[in-house]
């Protein structure tokens, strides 16, 4: 591929805990779908393309006209396979498209934590999650089908958006949120859909809208794929889910570590930015056979960087490795980037150059590796280290606490602000693996968020129609304070809290229901009579119809001979006059 191109913007799959990353993804990410037929010697090269206008038909008719295989085309955006020898050629038609820099994944890992949400209480009372469509959207849900009707409900929509339509991808990070997922809320209905580039998302999410999925649990991360303030191609997909009335609990990083921001600084003159007094190297420990991904942003608009800066890495021998030497030239971003495989064990060094620019910038160096072991810059400035789409205002960011009975902010935890001066992350989630098999170690942020998106869906069931600004507002305003910890964000932890003001619950002791005549199973009535104990909540019905909702419930007074009525889903004055049964109460159920 032409070096004009290059790799600039960075996804990183914020994985489990900040010490320990799953291998598989980085090669999975290139793809397994068959080249298109080109000579040998031409390879094929994946390309995402923006189409200018969205006009996506110019944009398909230009790939095959250089012998290109068009693979998928989602919100103004063609994704293509293109003999290499044809890429000069279409990166040329900047009237026609925009080449979009490759989204590149990084795995990057670090006692239940049920219980620090209320979540069982929640559970006993009746509240399962039951009607919220959640959305688990990974980069893969390896072994999701042995997990099935265990740690995964026994159904589940499951579908890649991958070109080469694998749902596995070589990691379990999918499959470990949602089973986080289901542990706090079993009565949700689970989708499990991965990608592996901008515009696999984008298609997902089309999807997505279209299924009317209430919550989505995202626990993945790009670095600089915008400038910082919620915009940027990731973004723009993910807003265009919250404004169709999606909710998304979103992971903000493990990287407050692994990076530094501030003024570029150079007092001798030579071009080489001071990290902190004269040093103008920042060192990053690695092991022999990380991969080493390195980004320079600076604060210069999106697309039209006139400042000229590059990035260089150089190994434990203090050799030159690779360099990130990329033109802004006022039509470029503002971003750098590199990777490189880690040939030994030990301290890499990072050196950031001014090569063109009026006046310094305000610069922002990320260096992560793969597997993460969670080890630190020598220099870092936690600030501003938010992935993206955690910098968007329609989400809900989640940072992590530390284990143990004294939870703070974890100190890996990536925090705001945002690029506009924005709060984030909004609230804090516990790590850990809900209730997935011990061995399993998952925490860091990516264990946070499916904590949220799970306590969202409870909070739906219990406040029917609710939409996303709603559930926002609910999660948020039950959260609890910690102790502050010096440069932190200052966030609150998640906590469903009390039960109160929601209406009845379950009460305690056995159920017990008897159907007088059989259960419909195309839809229709059925006469029931409920044996008790008092105060069964009819909005829990679907408990004793093993998870099937009835469209309404009728009872009979017999002493007035008068009907009334309970609409599930309805909002609470509408079933204001009925919303219990009492035992030896005679009930018609309307069923779907």
């Given at each position: 591929?032409?070096?004009?191109i290059?790799?600039r913007?960075?996804?990183?799959l914020?994985?489990?805990?900040?010490?320990l990353?799953?291998?598989?993804?980085?090669?999975a990410?290139?793809?397994?779908?068959?080249?298109?037929?080109?000579?040998?010697?031409?390879?094929?090269?994946?390309?995402?393309?923006?189409?200018?206008g969205?006009?996506?038909?110019?944009?398909?008719?230009?790939?095959?006209?250089?012998?290109?295989?068009?693979e998928?085309v989602?919100?103004?955006?063609v994704?293509?396979?293109?003999?290499?020898?044809?890429?000069r050629?279409?990166?040329?038609?900047?009237?026609?498209v925009?080449?979009?820099?490759?989204?590149?994944?990084?795995?990057?890992?670090?006692?239940?934590?049920?219980?620090?949400?209320?979540a069982p209480?929640?559970?006993?009372?009746?509240?399962?999650?039951?009607?919220?469509?959640?959305?688990?959207?990974d980069?893969?849900?390896?072994a999701?089908q042995?997990?099935?009707?265990?740690?995964?409900?026994?159904a589940v929509?499951a579908?890649?958006f991958r070109?080469?339509?694998?749902?596995?991808?070589?990691?379990?990070h999918?499959?470990?949120?949602?089973?986080?997922?289901?542990?706090?809320?079993?009565?949700?209905?689970?989708?499990l859909?991965?990608?592996s580039?901008?515009?696999?998302?984008?298609?997902?999410?089309?999807?997505?809208?279209?299924?009317?999925?209430?919550?989505?649990?995202?626990?993945?991360?790009?670095?600089h794929?915008?400038?910082?303030?919620?915009?940027?191609?990731?973004?723009?997909?993910v807003?265009?889910?919250?404004?169709?009335?999606?909710a998304w609990s979103?992971a903000?990083?493990?990287?407050?570590?692994q990076?530094?921001?501030?003024?570029?600084?150079?007092?001798?003159?030579?071009?080489?930015?001071?990290?902190?007094?004269?040093?103008?190297?920042n060192?990053?420990a690695?092991?022999?056979g990380?991969?080493i991904?390195?980004?320079?942003r600076?604060d210069?608009?999106?697309?039209?960087?006139c400042?000229?800066?590059?990035?260089?890495?150089f190994?434990?021998?203090g050799?030159?490795?690779?360099?990130?030497?990329?033109?802004q030239?006022?039509e470029?971003?503002?971003?750098?980037?590199?990777q490189?495989?880690?040939t030994?064990?030990?301290?890499?060094?990072?050196?950031?150059?001014?090569?063109?620019?009026?006046?310094?910038?305000?610069?922002e160096?990320?260096?992560?590796?793969?597997?993460?072991?969670?080890?630190?810059?020598?220099?870092s400035?936690?600030?501003?280290?938010?992935?993206?789409?955690?910098?968007?205002?329609?989400?809900?960011?989640?940072?992590?606490?530390?284990?143990?009975?004294?939870?703070?902010?974890?100190?890996?935890?990536?925090?705001?602000?945002?690029?506009?001066?924005?709060f984030?992350?909004?609230?804090?989630?516990?790590?850990?693996?809900?209730?997935?098999?011990?061995?399993?170690?998952?925490?860091g942020?990516s264990?946070?968020?499916?904590?949220?998106?799970?306590?969202?869906?409870?909070?739906?069931?219990?406040?029917?129609?609710?939409?996303?600004?709603?559930?926002a507002?609910l999660?948020?305003?039950r959260?609890?304070?910690?102790a502050?910890?010096?440069?932190?964000?200052?966030?609150?932890?998640?906590?469903?809290?009390?039960l109160a003001?929601?209406?009845?619950?379950?009460?305690?002791?056995?159920?017990d229901?008897?159907?007088?005549?059989?259960?419909?199973?195309?839809?229709g009535?059925?006469?029931?009579?409920y044996?008790?104990?008092?105060?069964?909540?009819?909005?829990?019905?679907?408990?004793l119809?093993d998870?099937?909702?009835?469209?309404?419930?009728?009872?009979?007074?017999?002493?007035?001979?008068?009907w009334?009525?309970?609409?599930?889903g309805?909002?609470?004055?509408?079933?204001?006059?009925f919303?219990?049964?009492?035992?030896?109460?005679?009930?018609?159920?309307?069923?779907?």
């Amino acid at each position: 591929m032409p070096s004009s191109i290059g790799v600039r913007l960075l996804v990183v799959l914020v994985l489990c805990a900040p010490v320990l990353l799953p291998s598989g993804a980085p090669a999975a990410h290139a793809g397994d779908a068959p080249p298109p037929a080109v000579a040998a010697e031409d390879e094929a090269v994946r390309l995402e393309l923006i189409a200018v206008g969205g006009d996506v038909e110019r944009a398909r008719a230009l790939v095959l006209q250089h012998g290109g295989t068009v693979e998928v085309v989602s919100g103004g955006r063609v994704q293509a396979l293109v003999p290499s020898s044809a890429v000069r050629a279409i990166e040329a038609r900047r009237d026609l498209v925009r080449v979009d820099s490759p989204g590149i994944f990084l795995p990057l890992q670090t006692a239940s934590a049920l219980e620090l949400i209320d979540a069982p209480t929640w559970n006993a009372a009746g509240f399962s999650g039951f009607g919220s469509k959640v959305a688990i959207l990974d980069a893969g849900f390896q072994a999701y089908q042995s997990a099935l009707g265990s740690t995964l409900p026994p159904a589940v929509t499951a579908i890649s958006f991958r070109a080469d339509g694998q749902l596995s991808a070589a990691t379990s990070h999918g499959r470990r949120a949602a089973e986080i997922v289901f542990s706090m809320a079993p009565g949700a209905s689970l989708y499990l859909l991965n990608f592996s580039t901008v515009t696999e998302l984008s298609s997902a999410v089309d999807y997505l809208i279209a299924e009317d999925v209430d919550v989505v649990s995202f626990s993945l991360g790009y670095v600089h794929n915008g400038p910082g303030d919620g915009a940027g191609p990731v973004n723009e997909i993910v807003s265009r889910a919250a404004e169709a009335g999606i909710a998304w609990s979103v992971a903000s990083g493990n990287w407050a570590q692994q990076h530094w921001a501030g003024a570029f600084r150079d007092t001798d003159g030579d071009g080489f930015h001071e990290f902190e007094g004269a040093a103008e190297m920042n060192e990053h420990a690695f092991m022999a056979g990380d991969l080493i991904t390195a980004s320079l942003r600076w604060d210069e608009p999106w697309g039209a960087a006139c400042s000229d800066y590059d990035l260089e890495v150089f190994g434990p021998s203090g050799a030159l490795l690779r360099a990130a030497r990329g033109i802004q030239a006022c039509e470029q971003d503002p971003v750098e980037s590199l990777q490189v495989l880690a040939t030994q064990t030990g301290a890499y060094s990072i050196r950031v150059i001014q090569a063109a620019a009026e006046a310094p910038r305000h610069i922002e160096l990320m260096v992560v590796g793969s597997p993460d072991r969670g080890l630190p810059l020598a220099f870092s400035v936690p600030a501003g280290s938010l992935s993206e789409p955690a910098d968007n205002a329609s989400v809900i960011t989640v940072g992590a606490l530390t284990p143990g009975p004294d939870r703070t902010e974890a100190p890996y935890s990536s925090r705001g602000p945002t690029a506009d001066g924005r709060f984030k992350p909004n609230i804090l989630g516990p790590t850990g693996s809900g209730n997935a098999s011990p061995a399993a170690t998952f925490g860091g942020t990516s264990a946070a968020a499916p904590h949220v998106a799970g306590a969202l869906a409870l909070l739906q069931e219990a406040h029917p129609g609710a939409d996303a600004a709603r559930l926002a507002m609910l999660v948020q305003s039950r959260a609890v304070p910690l102790a502050p910890v010096p440069g932190g964000s200052g966030a609150m932890r998640v906590d469903l809290g009390s039960l109160a003001g929601l209406g009845p619950v379950l009460p305690a002791g056995g159920l017990d229901a008897r159907f007088l005549g059989d259960i419909p199973d195309g839809g229709g009535l059925a006469l029931v009579q409920y044996d008790g104990p008092d105060g069964y909540p009819a909005r829990f019905t679907h408990l004793l119809l093993d998870y099937r909702a009835p469209l309404a419930v009728y009872s009979l007074d017999i002493a007035s001979q008068e009907w009334s009525a309970y609409v599930t889903g309805a909002p609470a004055f509408v079933n204001a006059a009925f919303n219990r049964y009492d035992d030896g109460q005679l009930l018609v159920l309307r069923l779907p």
